[in-house]
DNA sequence: AATGAATGAGGCTTCATTCAT
DNA sequence: CATGAATGAAGCCTCATTCAT
């Protein structure tokens, strides 16, 4: 169907992606206010004006890369919310998995920096990423703990727990590795089993 | 005699402090590279230069700052491992709160919000902040730990537990006030309850 | 085919030294230390930043304007001690015609007053002018030496003199033009015919 | 008569010639225009502001330490007139002698230097430099050569000369020391009997 | 589509100088 | 008399952004 790309064609539609790639690891690298649109460019491979070509302002980069990353990140969840099976030590240590995997590397680790650092400055962002990131993430975790409870696993006063207590760890893996891995690098997968563990314990245990 | 200050001397002596308390709201406020000396003159009502009295440069500041918190903080932690009656459930509980007072308002939220942001480019700062006050704070919940398993509450298989695990939730919650505190805010006491419950459920359950 | 320069290019190819030109102008109007990027920018009718485009720092300017100068200067020595014809006192009245046309008017007299009154702080660029410049003017004056006791007319005794001695006369002039002209101009002719007159006078006398 | 001095009003009465002091030391080592105020109060080992107590702005000083000089080096001009005994050569080398040790140390050097790089800015100094140093100086080798023509030793031809010329080399000693000490450091001494035998032996052999 | 050239706004820092003690 | 405190002016430099090719 698709003509086979001329590479001249190629470029011109890839270049959008490109961008967001290289700004993407300029971010991660320095931060959002540190990093230059020189930066981005020679990660890019391409010149600095070329960049406006494509994206008016350094925040709409930053918010262009978001929305791409978001996009992603949704669809993860949702699959994820979807495939379960087994009991409920195993389903949360499932979760947590890809939570991990998403946090301590990858773009989200990026625009938890920057949000942290810098959200003050982008509300829009902000709320964009808690209702549409978090929120989803929130639910599956309810959803996997009502499960629990219609299984006969988990005590029906687990309901009344906020949800984030049960992801927090993971969150406090993916910030402790961006800033002390140099000084002090995290065996993420011990840290990761005695996260399950305290959670499944601990509800588990309210019968 | 000699007057118990004049007023010259007095504002001198206060100075470095009211530098510092101006920088530290700026710092929070915008991040560190986005501060500007201007801002932080402004704050602490003097003149940009007038600040050159007192620090050299803007990382000056930043240290100077830093380590001021981390000296009082040291302290409280200090006075925290001390004071430890009751059960584990009660102990823990006392910690946590001081935890959270401190993370949540206060300059360590401050610190936490930079050095996750801009930590690549200081790393001394860094290596200080893990060694002098992590590691305490580490050490105080080991030793309720150890309290709780000399005292028969908790199972000796709760010394295998990455203690950073149990904190987690404090740092969650200090970086979602920072972050989302105006489009979602967290109802930080709930949280708290939620967080000691969890932990105390856990390890307590392991008999 | 390809237009032989559009204006976009040419400028660029000669942005470089229309930079440089303004900036010995400069320098020679206030000194090193006193110059000033913008007043760089003026003389050559562009911004402050432009500048930056072809150099680092201030310093850099004035390395490169050296440089610069230094190759023209070298040349220039190197064909004055190639073309030699003529009894003593006619070569050496050219050789000194030479000097005191670069070092009165022109690059080299503003290096002169750069370097006595900043050179503390630049060794390189001191040793550079000493090595590469003011060595081959001593050469030129030693050959000039030799061929006239090859030809009899001097005697071998003004060997062992410091040829700078002879050359001394032309520095003085530049500085006194440079330092008082507008108190008391020097008729460069005259003085030149004296030292030429003194020297010539001198170095025959010996036989 | 004068009370012994106590020391307190003594070191009123010596601040500013110390002030001074230090202000050459200063201007000596970095140039007029890098020199600070701090500088000089540190080298004076007093405050900033105390020097404001004696000289309203930093080219007063400058003005102060150089009219001190020149009434100094004024008297040491007319002395050296004074004293005349012997031949043309013994004469003149011992009126050179005394230049050299004026130009080459002490203040007079460091005159030179800042006027030769600054004095656009400083025409007052200048003119007044020419007139009350160079005249004298300029008179007092007149003078040498008048003395030698009425002797028979000189030709009255050498009444035309420009005496600048028979000094020049002097100028030049002190100010290649200033710049190329590090480099090359000229062996005064040698270069200053040079000096004198070039000039000696051309006014000489014109009979 | 892509880029090299150019610039204005703004930040950090230095320093001569004034003010109050 | 002497000084510590404070500041405004000014300089260097960076960087996002616009213009012309």
Redesign the interface.
Known sequence: MTKPARSHRRRKEARPEEILAAALEEFG???F??STLAGIATRAGISRTTIYLYYDTKEAILEAAFRNSVERTIDDVAGLIAQAEGDFRTLFARVVDLIYARLVHGDAAVFF?????????M?DL??LY?REILSKGEKAIGALIERGIATGELSPACRT??V??????A???A??S???D???PLDVE??KA??V???A??????K
Request: hydrophobic share 60%; with cysteine; aromatic share 12%.
């Open positions: 690298a320095k931060g206010a540190q920096k920057i949000f942290i650092a810098e959200g003050q400055s509300p902000i709320a808690r727990d906020d984030r207590v049960f992801i927090a760890p969150i406090f893996a910030l402790w961006q800033v002390f140099a000084v002090d011990a840290f005695c996260h563990r305290l959670v314990d601990a509800l588990l245990a309210r």
